[in-house]
């Protein structure tokens, strides 16, 4: 067997782990629902479910990866062998690469979207302006143009592999991604209205606390942190012996976290600055309007009356959300390539081809059935499939992972770690508290 490929350096891990977190779930997804959930107090609420809850889940599945060096099917199937049945982690193991290989199937035609806009704005500022409506309106022709580069792009990053490849890129990217963040942040904040952003944004109002903004919040944490579906543990096998995984986890969860707070910086004052220019912010319920709508109408209006510096700030928007996505599809994808190449004798570049295809296949029939199955797989997979394999995950380290392997899996490259406050807290956190956190979020939602 060839030897397996690691991240060359701890930096090189983090851009990765993080580049798979910081994805269109921290700059649209967070902004949108702290506005929908009514601003402050979703904040500090997502805040401590996202080191309370996300944090140990990560930390099950970094600790998983890293011990079992090996795709989510095979690592569940091994730690299977203490007290289960190894079918039942091979089973639990191919539901996680299904619901990554789904939420791929969504993410690159949202992806899309933003290559599209980015595109316009490319085509804008070289004073080319007959297709704008062809990049910014829906069809079929669009969509699957840009989906099928966002996919080949991809697909090229992950069958380099994982030092040429995902760390590359990810090492390339998110510093640019993090220059991109800030110097829109810096121009929105100078424009008229944008304080009144940020009130909404920063002063929490805790009578706007309710069931649904916990179960908001909670959803978000997960989704935002890549967890459930094998990305966070397939990434942490590619992780040295030496490395001191409570520490890098945190580190990733602070990073991704930090980001959707600062994200929140930048989408809700630009909101209140595009109502300065004339644009409609809120819907006829007299809530922020946060979905698609939010993208692809009141930024653009908001660019578009900008003047002469609008196209480049669109320019540097729709390329901070381009790269956010890529450096988490290329996650996505890596989940069920790695399992091929794994138990298969394929090499990466085939396999990421084949695999890379079928998916865009499937993308294609949700496009193609946009109105009935766009909605029903983003459900399937982030509301309902992503909380159940969280629990799933902790019930492996919390249960059927023996306490003594699990501690040895940590305590390789960080030597005391059962005098630390970690050791004392997490074991009986990833047993029972996560799991029913994770089952009450489930029940509620489902509920609801
Ligand atoms: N965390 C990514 C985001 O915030 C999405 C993602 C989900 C990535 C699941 C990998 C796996 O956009």
């Not at 989408?267 to 809120?282: C, D, L, M, N, R």
């Not at 992972?401 to 899996?409: E, I, Q, S, T």
Request: with cysteine.
């Amino acid at each position: 067997m060839a030897s397996r490929e690691q991240f060359s350096s701890k930096t090189g891990f983090i851009m990765a782990a993080a580049g798979s977190a910081i994805g269109l779930g921290n700059i649209w997804g967070f902004p949108t629902q702290t506005a929908s959930n009514g601003g402050a107090a979703f904040v500090v609420v997502y805040f401590i479910l996202a080191y309370c809850m996300a944090y140990p889940a990560l930390m099950a599945e970094l600790v998983i990866g890293r011990h079992s060096k090996s795709n989510i099917v095979t690592a569940l199937k091994g730690i299977s062998g203490d007290r289960g049945a190894p079918w039942f982690g091979v089973l639990v193991g191919i539901y996680g690469v299904v619901v990554a290989s789904l939420i791929l199937s969504f993410y690159a035609i949202v992806a899309g979207w933003m290559l599209s806009y980015l595109s316009e704005s490319v085509f804008n500022i070289v004073g080319i302006t007959q297709y704008n409506a062809w990049f910014t309106e829906f069809s079929f022709s669009r969509n699957f143009v840009f989906l099928a580069v966002f996919m080949a792009l991809t697909m090229f990053v992950i069958s380099r592999g994982v030092t040429a490849g995902i760390e590359r890129w990810s090492t390339r990217l998110m510093p640019l991604l993090f220059i991109l963040l800030v110097a829109l942040i810096i121009y929105v904040l100078t424009q008229k209205g944008a304080s009144e952003g940020l009130k909404v944004y920063l002063l929490p109002d805790f009578n706007q606390l309710s069931p649904k903004l916990i179960l908001d919040a909670m959803g978000q944490a997960f989704f935002s942190l890549s967890l459930g579906v094998g990305t966070m543990l397939i990434y942490g096998s590619y992780l040295s012996e030496k490395e001191n995984l409570p520490k890098l986890g945190a580190i990733v969860t602070f990073t991704d976290s930090g980001i959707a707070f600062v994200a929140g910086l930048l989408i809700i004052p630009a909101i209140f600055v595009a109502q300065e220019h004339g644009t409609t912010i809120f819907t006829e319920t007299g809530s922020l309007i946060a979905g698609p709508d939010l993208i692809f109408q009141v930024l653009p209006t908001l660019f578009e009356s900008m003047g002469s510096v609008g196209v480049f700030v669109a320019f540097a928007f729709f390329l901070l959300m381009s790269i956010a996505a890529l450096t988490s599809s290329i996650s996505m994808l890596e989940v069920p390539v790695s399992l091929t190449t794994e138990e298969t004798s394929m090499k990466r570049p085939m396999a990421t081809l084949i695999i890379g295809s079928a998916i865009f296949v499937i993308s294609i029939i949700i496009l193609l059935n946009f109105g009935a199955l766009f909605g029903l797989v983003i459900d399937f997979t982030t509301v309902y499939s992503q909380p159940v394999l969280g629990i799933l995950l902790c019930v492996f380290v919390g249960w059927i992972w023996h306490r003594n392997h699990v501690l040895k899996a940590i305590k390789s490259g960080m030597n005391d770690v059962e005098n630390s406050f970690f050791w004392k807290i997490w074991p009986m956190y990833v047993r029972f508290i996560c799991p029913l956190l994770i089952l009450a979020n489930f029940v509620q939602s489902l509920r609801g």
